[in-house]
Structure formats: structure tokens, C-alpha cells
């Protein structure tokens, strides 16, 4: 068990470009969750997964974010036309799937929009 | 709408020093409360969970309580050390984690 593994680290992109986030959960978990954590506050919930299902999403998450997970295995983040406000650390976590399963972050992947 | 609250943002103290951090919630309809450790530029570390019917839990110098009814937890940590200087925010969990800002935690040797 290698826990929450996300790719890139980084990245830098220009105004406008789209962008695609992998994360890898603990193998077994069934849920998926991603959140969004600005400079100096706590994550914000995104969205989830169930398996393959993804079960909610926050009013943060606008018509250009997009993520799947298929297979109820790795899941991508994919933000189109990206925007200097959507510059943030992007986290994936992952639990057994009880509601008192403790969350497992990853390292997430800080964006940086120029 | 759950909101979460820590006091205080952040927090200096010596080494060796117990010190208590604060956590507050508005919905007492809750799961469980989790206490995580963020270090700089890292992702989180899950500490404690406290379920909703649970009272405490303790891991190691680290002791965290759950009062329900009036929205409120508190993260004991014992004798602390410079190791222990991190972020540490405190999420509850209804039908989603929802986190507080943290408290941002330096211990001086």
C-alpha cells in the first residue's frame, strides 16, 4: 500500500489552456473524494466517488471541471479553459467507503495559471 | 449549511508546553469529527476520528474530544515538540468532510 499517489506535482499553465490531474487511490478504497485548498484555508469539497459513480458535486465545481473515475479505479480532474482563479492545490483522498472510514490525502497537484 | 471554525489561526508556543486547540461547528448532525496535520506544501494526515457517539480519542500526546450538542471539539496535545509544528484543521462529516481554515501551529525549541 503506496497510499493516495497524484500527478503532476505541479503544473503551470497559461490562461486559457486545459488541464488534466490523475490520482491513484489506496487500492480497495471504494470512495474518492476531491477538494480544493487555497493559500491559507482548509480544503473545499469538489466531488465524489462511489466506485465508478460519482454521487455529488459542489456548486464550486463550474460547467468547465470535469472528472471521472472509470472502472472505479483512478480518477482524472480536467478543468477547461482555465482561469488565474482556478490557481490552487487540487487534493484526491480516498477511504473504505463507511462513513467513519478516516479520509487518506495525497500530496496534490498545485496549479499555477499565468 | 455546515460551517466550520478554529481558533486560533494560528499559535505560538515553547517547547514542552500542553496546549489545547479549538474547534466549532453549527450542525450537530454529524458522522464523526476528524482532526488532520498538514505540513507545508504536503497533503493531509489523518490524526484522530471521533465518531458521533464517541466522547474522545487518544492517540499518543494527542487527545481530541467531541461534545455534540454544543458544536465543539478540542485537540489536547501533550509536552509538544518542534516536530509537532505544523497545520492542523478539523473537519466534520455529514454527507461530506467539511473543513475548518486550521490553526496554524509553531512550537519553538
Known amino acids: 500500500d503506496t497510499g493516495v499517489s497524484q500527478d503532476p506535482r505541479h503544473k503551470i499553465t497559461k490562461r486559457g489552456q486545459n488541464v488534466t490531474f490523475r490520482c491513484d487511490p489506496i487500492s480497495e478504497h471504494n470512495r474518492l473524494y476531491w477538494y480544493r485548498q487555497t493559500l491559507g484555508q482548509g480544503p473545499e469539497f469538489l466531488t465524489y466517488?462511489?466506485?465508478?459513480?460519482?454521487?455529488?458535486k459542489s456548486r464550486l465545481l463550474s460547467d468547465r471541471f470535469s472528472a471521472e473515475r472509470p472502472k472505479g479505479s483512478f480518477s482524472t480532474l480536467e478543468i477547461q479553459r482555465t482561469e488565474q482563479g482556478d490557481s490552487a492545490m487540487y487534493l484526491c483522498?480516498?477511504?473504505?467507503?463507511?462513513?467513519?472510514?478516516?479520509?487518506?490525502f495525497g500530496n496534490g497537484t498545485r496549479l499555477t495559471v499565468t | 449549511k455546515q460551517e466550520v471554525t478554529q481558533i486560533p489561526a494560528a499559535l505560538s508556543v515553547p517547547e514542552g508546553e500542553n496546549l489545547v486547540l479549538n474547534c466549532s461547528f453549527t450542525?450537530?448532525?454529524?458522522?464523526?469529527l476528524q482532526w488532520f496535520r498538514q505540513d507545508p506544501g504536503k497533503g493531509l494526515t489523518s490524526l484522530l476520528l471521533i465518531q458521533s457517539s464517541q466522547r474522545e480519542q487518544t492517540s499518543g500526546r494527542l487527545n481530541a474530544s467531541l461534545d455534540k450538542s454544543s458544536g465543539r471539539s478540542t485537540l489536547y496535545i501533550a509536552a509538544s515538540q518542534p516536530g509537532d509544528s505544523a497545520t492542523y484543521l478539523c473537519a466534520v462529516e455529514s454527507q461530506k468532510l467539511v473543513f475548518g481554515q486550521g490553526t496554524r501551529l509553531t512550537i519553538n525549541p
Open positions: 466517488f462511489q466506485n465508478e459513480a460519482q454521487l455529488e
Open positions: 450542525d450537530s448532525a454529524i458522522y464523526n
Open positions: 483522498a480516498s477511504s473504505a467507503g463507511s462513513y467513519n472510514s478516516p479520509l487518506h
